[in-house]
């Protein structure tokens, strides 16, 4: 993997685990993230219009482009939301990333991305770590457990929204190659956007979104803010590197939302996410020398 492509996606990891941070400590998720995408509308509103003016959206196939991404964008925050109402989040939300039990093989059939030996390795290394992030321990019985939770409606959906990820992640590659990044971006983010806000205005009550915001208003703009910045990183890295290595390497953020869970959140940190920790650092070091 090239090193500029390598160190954009790695400044994003520790922005995408801040912002994941802070969207923790929404009371309502649905309406905190909702209110995170308007904002994010909002703060960018200005650099969209110039650079629009300036550069148009590059190819006359944008409306698909941006509509299957708005789509597939829409579908992961349903089913991660959806995940977040069975499941304790601090489970559905590895699950929900790892993007590379699928990302692989959506990447090899639909535009015939191949990795080599040292790439494989690392993803297969990143993929364990992902997944032993839900284990307590390594006995038989949390083993059993893990297994058997396999089918719960929490977990199906945060493997749904896994497979979303992946995706749009494939989709994002493709879309880079006719579009400018932040325009693209910008574009699929607004119909999600607007989506939230006929929500708002149809079924939720204007008193929870008032208490929302008065609540988190600081942590939303910030959410907004991140969110842009985040993926404006991983988009350019798209540009230029494998979507399945991009994907992959995407996966330290979980180790950066750990280790704020257990600063600030106090969150315990059992033997097995040590493990994953250094299972995933490894991999993802592998990736440097992947091509």
């Known amino acids: 993997m090239q090193l500029i492509p390598y160190l954009l996606v790695l400044v994003s990891v520790f922005t995408h685990g801040w912002w994941n941070f802070l969207a923790k ?89 191949q990795l080599d030996r040292i790439g494989t390795i690392a993803i297969i290394l990143i993929t364990i770590a992902v997944l032993g992030f839900q284990l307590d321990s390594f006995s038989k019985a949390a083993l059993r457990s893990f297994l058997s939770n396999l089918l719960r409606p929490g977990i199906l959906y945060a493997l749904f929204a896994a497979l979303t990820v992946a995706g749009y992640t494939l989709w994002d590659k493709i879309a880079v190659t006719d579009m400018h990044p932040f325009v693209y971006f910008y574009s699929y983010s607004a119909l999600a956007a607007l989506a939230y806000l006929l929500w708002f205005i149809l079924k939720v009550p204007r008193v929870a979104i008032q208490q929302e915001w008065q609540a988190n208003k600081f942590n939303i703009l910030g959410v907004g803010f991140l969110n842009m910045f985040t993926y404006i990183l991983v988009l350019f890295a798209l540009g230029n590197s494998k979507a399945t290595y991009v994907g992959g390497l995407r996966q330290l953020s979980l180790v950066v939302g750990m280790f704020l869970g257990w600063k600030f959140l106090n969150e315990h940190i059992p033997f097995p996410r040590i493990v994953s920790v250094i299972l995933l650092i490894l991999g993802s070091t592998l990736l440097v020398f992947a091509r």
């Open 25 to 113: 400590r929404g009371h309502n998720k649905d309406i905190f993230i909702g209110l995170s995408l308007i904002s994010m509308m909002l703060l960018f509103a200005i650099p969209y219009g110039v650079l629009l003016s300036q550069e148009g959206f590059g190819t006359p196939r944008w409306p698909i482009l941006i509509l299957v991404a708005g789509t597939l964008t829409g579908l992961n925050y349903f089913s991660l939301m959806q995940a977040y109402k069975h499941i304790e989040l601090s489970v559905a939300y590895p699950i929900a990333r790892a993007s590379t039990l699928f990302l692989p093989f959506l990447a090899y059939f639909f535009i015939g991305e």
